[in-house]
């Protein structure tokens, strides 16, 4: 069915016409919002509302990183539930996409596609999330799991656990993940112990942690290329 007309048709065509002629790189972040809120909101300003909830939630990453809650009571404006799914949906989309490219392949040997994808997923949350990467002798991922996740700054890490998961599932190396809500990925001398210990606790049983990879708004760390591993 055809778009039901209205005021902004006109704008919204035109938008339609440089994202297809284009590409994505043709539209700004508010005009992709704006396009998105489009789908399931038919007779509003959707661009004054792209462009409020982008300034609401800091950037156009940290919006379509929010939970539903988060965004079901936006200052900006109340949104229902097929527009908060609409936004999830372009997220899902973009990490579908990314993972795609680090599946089935060498991780060591795939790097920034790896980098790419825990920064499109982790960057923007606002919590404190731990992921650990198990991958197998050829150093292909096995299984990207959650492990815990905690308040803005902190997330509870227990060794124990993580070396009895990689042992549940044959991993041969693990690559240990976080995110600094904060947006700074600098490793705290927290971050620099737990790494230590999980390595001493992995080695004995033949396990390697390549790394373990800071996530923030900011960039990302290496703790193995700052030689902190």
Do not use: C
Not at 119 to 135: G, K, M, N, S, T
Not at 156 to 161: G, I, P, Q, T
Not at 169 to 193: R, T, Y
Not at 207 to 229: E, P
């Amino acid at each position: 069915m055809a778009d039901v007309p209205n005021d902004g048709s006109g704008h919204r065509a035109r938008l339609r016409k440089r994202l297809i002629e284009g590409g994505p790189e043709a539209l700004l972040d508010h005009e992709l919002v704006e396009f998105l809120l489009r789908l399931s909101i038919k007779r509003r300003d959707t661009k004054a509302l792209a462009k409020a909830l982008i300034a609401e939630f800091g950037s156009f990453g940290a919006l379509l990183s929010a939970d539903p809650e988060a965004l079901g009571h936006a200052r900006a404006g109340k949104l229902g539930e097929t527009t908060i799914a609409a936004l999830m949906i372009a997220k899902a989309s973009a990490l579908r996409l990314l993972a795609s490219d680090v599946r089935n392949r060498p991780v060591l040997s795939n790097w920034q596609a790896l980098l790419d994808y825990l920064h499109a997923d982790l960057a923007h949350q606002p919590i404190e999330r731990v992921r650990v990467l198990h991958l197998d002798a050829k150093n292909v991922l096995i299984r990207d799991e959650l492990v815990t996740e905690g308040s803005i700054d902190q997330a509870a890490v227990y060794v124990r656990e993580i070396i009895r998961r990689a042992i549940d599932l044959h991993a041969s190396s693990l690559i240990l993940v976080h995110n600094h809500p904060s947006g700074d990925p600098s490793p705290s001398k927290a971050d620099i112990q737990l790494t230590r210990e999980i390595s001493e606790a992995a080695r004995p049983l033949g396990i390697t942690v390549h790394d373990h990879l800071i996530i923030g708004a900011k960039g990302q760390s290496s703790l193995r290329s700052m030689g902190l591993i």
